[in-house]
T-cell receptor
Framework: NAGVTQTPKFQVLKTGQSMTLQCAQDMNHNSMYWYRQDPGMGLRLIYYSASEGTTDKGEVPNGYNVSRLNKREFSLRLESAAPSQTSVYFC?????????????FGPGTRLLVL | GDSVTQMEGPVTLSEEAFLTINCTYTATGYPSLFWYVQYPGEGLQLLLKATKADDKGSNKGFEATYRKETTSFHLEKGSVQVSDSAVYFCALRGYNQGGKLIFGQGTELSVKP
């Protein structure tokens, strides 16, 4: 079982370039999430999708868009990258959005914006 | 809004020492509480969780008790190993907040032989 997979593992962009981070899960989970991790700030939620066909903003959505392509896949797009978006991005999934449901995380994408 | 505060790191211990990582939270209602661990170069993994007051979560020798009166969920282990070196995150899921997790800033633990 692969769990949650993310591509690419590492990316360097120039300011103003665009890119899409891909995430897929094979656990038949309904809910998927995108977080960013910055030093000293823990993880912050960018967007989430409670189920196929729905997406909602998290704590730090500005500068990002998402697409829930199907139940398995949830992509994160940076339309015009900025140095402030240099971070490590994690995708996660869970069976439901409620209670004590465990979120499973991918290995992360390390993004550097010059 | 809801928030989580963890003790600052890095924490450096010798093998077999006792570990405590403090975590306190602010939330309305009755949140669920979690500890996640991140090993170098990897994503986060659930370490343990507790869903109501006085619940104790435990896994791999780690324990944490949900204390509503002190709004705390401190992580403890009686005897750490070098393999426990990682970053530990405390997190909460607020009542009626869907699946959204609020994380603390993380505490880096380094265990020396």
């Amino acid at each position: 079982n692969a769990g949650v997979t993310q591509t690419p593992k590492f990316q360097v962009l120039k300011t103003g370039q665009s890119m899409t981070l891909q995430c897929a899960q094979d656990m038949n989970h309904n809910s998927m999430y995108w977080y960013r991790q910055d030093p000293g700030m823990g993880l912050r939620l960018i967007y989430y999708s409670a189920s196929e066909g729905t997406t909602d903003k998290g704590e730090v959505p500005n500068g990002y868009n998402v697409s829930r392509l199907n139940k398995r896949e949830f992509s994160l797009r940076l339309e015009s990258a900025a140095p402030s978006q240099t971070s490590v991005y994690f995708c996660a999934s869970s069976g439901t959005t409620g209670g004590s449901e465990t979120q499973y995380f991918g290995p992360g994408t390390r993004l550097l914006v010059l | 809004g809801d928030s989580v505060t963890q003790m600052e790191g890095p924490v450096t211990l010798s093998e077999e020492a006792f570990l405590t990582i403090n975590c306190t939270y602010t939330a309305t209602g009755y949140p669920s509480l979690f500890w996640y661990v991140q090993y170098p170069g990897e994503g986060l993994q659930l370490l343990l969780k507790a869903t109501k007051a006085d619940d104790k979560g435990s896994n791999k020798g780690f324990e944490a008790t949900y204390r509503k009166e002190t709004t705390s969920f401190h992580l403890e282990k009686g005897s750490v190993q070098v393999s426990d070196s990682a970053v530990y995150f405390c997190a909460l899921r607020g009542y009626n907040q869907g699946g959204k997790l609020i994380f603390g800033q993380g505490t880096e633990l380094s265990v020396k032989p």
